[in-house]
């Protein structure tokens, strides 16, 4: 009984963390995805794609470090469900009363508080409620919403779009946004001041957060105008959100097979190296998914730089490497930058999510101005740059993290096993474990005693 009750607490919380996500960021990229169609109706250029794109994600970033403080203080609960509400709440404003451009980058500001508030409520139920040798998985999964909402929104292009009218697209996506409120999971227990410290974020965690901004600017400029560049090399409006929703597909898979990887990394490194002393694994295996987060940009730089060649077997590697692999270091990263601050994780995330949100809000925007005045080419060209510059960073940050394993102050009354602060939700998942294996043993005992 005791098992089942927490294997379930950590789906219903994987599945929630997924969701919150998913439905937080389906405002912009479902403006991304439709700009075809949104163009129609109001004044939507390159241009004022980049900036309706920069204000979502510009006022996600000037909200992540406060939202970080706010998540720590009243809980992962209430904050999840009040992005949940926004995010279902800008949607319909979108549908129902977007007519003009000014009106668009209101609603899409509202959004981008959704966005924050669900992002880092579910980055603290995550590191709660999963035990730390599945936190690869869960963040990776939680991570492959983003391109997930990249898929729907390209698949919104032929199925609702020009069939019954873009604006029925957001009403459906604030349909699935509602869905994901009776998901999330109780808050944990409230933990003591000395536990929820936040840590200096140091020169390793900043260059991350700069890193992220670099590649966060590239590969958000793809989901934004893959669509519009494809239109203006001659694909039809049905094949580029074809190839949005291959996008999205290739950063879905390439997020869930890094986050398993890196659980598979974690066991064999620690298997591998000693517990204690300057090799202990607690302080290099993070720099170590660091350093496959710098190898994955590279190769995303490499990708995107071939979108910028008129070729239909170039544009489909482009997007499968440039926006696949490239795009797909956030889970990775969140998980590194958790094992990396356990005591705070939503203020420690915080940081290297206000680098994300920084790079999605003047990436577009820098993007849009290149490609009006300078052509897709030259755009595509200067993104590429920017992933190899962001591969750069996070490899220097990687050798500057600091990880410091905490002392065991958590023991298991039923085993003895010991804990640190950073392995609390392995603790609950151990107790949870050797409580029921109790129980069964008892009751085997009376069934034996009976029968004699």
Not at 139 to 163: E, N, R
Not at 286 to 296: D, E, F, I, K, Q
């Amino acid at each position: 009984m005791w098992v089942a009750t927490a294997d379930t607490t950590m789906r219903r919380a994987a599945l929630s963390a997924v969701v919150t996500t998913l439905a937080s960021v389906m405002p912009v990229f479902l403006v991304g995805g439709l700009a075809v169609q949104i163009s129609r109706d109001m004044t939507l250029t390159p241009t004022t794609l980049g900036l309706a794109v920069a204000v979502y994600f510009g006022v996600t970033a000037l909200a992540s470090m406060p939202v970080g403080a706010l998540v720590e203080r009243f809980g992962a609960k209430v904050t999840a469900q009040a992005g949940i509400l926004l995010a279902a709440d800008a949607m319909l404003a979108v549908a129902i009363s977007a007519r003009t451009l000014a009106a668009l980058l209101v609603m899409l500001a509202i959004g981008a508080a959704a966005n924050a508030l669900g992002q880092l409520a579910s980055n603290s139920t995550l590191s709660y409620y999963v035990p730390k040798h599945r936190h690869g998985l869960v963040f990776g999964a939680k991570q492959a919403a983003i391109p997930l909402a990249t898929l729907l929104a390209g698949s919104s292009v032929p199925v609702v779009a020009l069939t019954v009218g873009w604006r029925w697209a957001f009403v459906l996506g604030a349909l699935l946004a509602l869905v994901a409120i009776p998901l999330v999971p109780p808050d944990p227990p409230p933990r003591q001041a000395a536990e929820r410290r936040r840590e200096p974020a140091g020169t390793g965690l900043a260059l991350l957060g700069t890193g992220a901004a670099f590649a966060a600017a590239a590969a958000t400029s793809i989901g934004a105008f893959l669509v519009a560049s494809v239109v203006a090399r001659g694909y039809s409006e049905t094949r580029a959100g074809l190839l949005l929703t291959l996008a999205g597909a290739a950063c879905v898979a390439s997020r869930l097979s890094v986050g398993a990887l890196a659980d598979s990394w974690s066991v064999s490194w620690a298997g591998s190296a000693p517990t204690e002393g300057p090799g202990a694994w607690g302080k290099r295996w993070p720099r170590r998914h660091l350093t496959a987060v710098g190898a994955m940009l590279a190769t995303g730089a490499a990708g995107t730089l071939l979108l910028s060649l008129d070729s239909p077997v170039a544009t489909l590697f482009g997007v499968a490497f440039g926006y696949g692999v490239g795009w797909g270091f956030p889970g990775l990263l969140t998980y590194a930058v958790v094992r990396l601050r356990p005591t705070a994780p939503a203020a420690a995330t915080s940081v290297t999510q206000t680098g994300v949100y920084a790079g999605n809000s003047l990436g577009p925007l820098c993007f849009g101005l290149m490609a009006t005045h300078r052509g897709f080419d030259a755009a595509w060209t200067a993104a590429a740059g920017a992933m190899a510059v962001a591969a750069c960073l996070v490899l220097v940050g990687a050798r500057l993290a600091d990880a410091r394993p905490a002392a065991p102050t958590r023991q298991c009354e039923h085993c003895g096993r010991q804990f640190g602060q950073d392995l609390r939700s392995d603790a609950i998942y151990c107790r949870s474990t050797c409580a029921g294996e109790a129980l069964l043993m008892r009751r085997q005992a009376a069934d034996q005693g009976g029968a004699a």
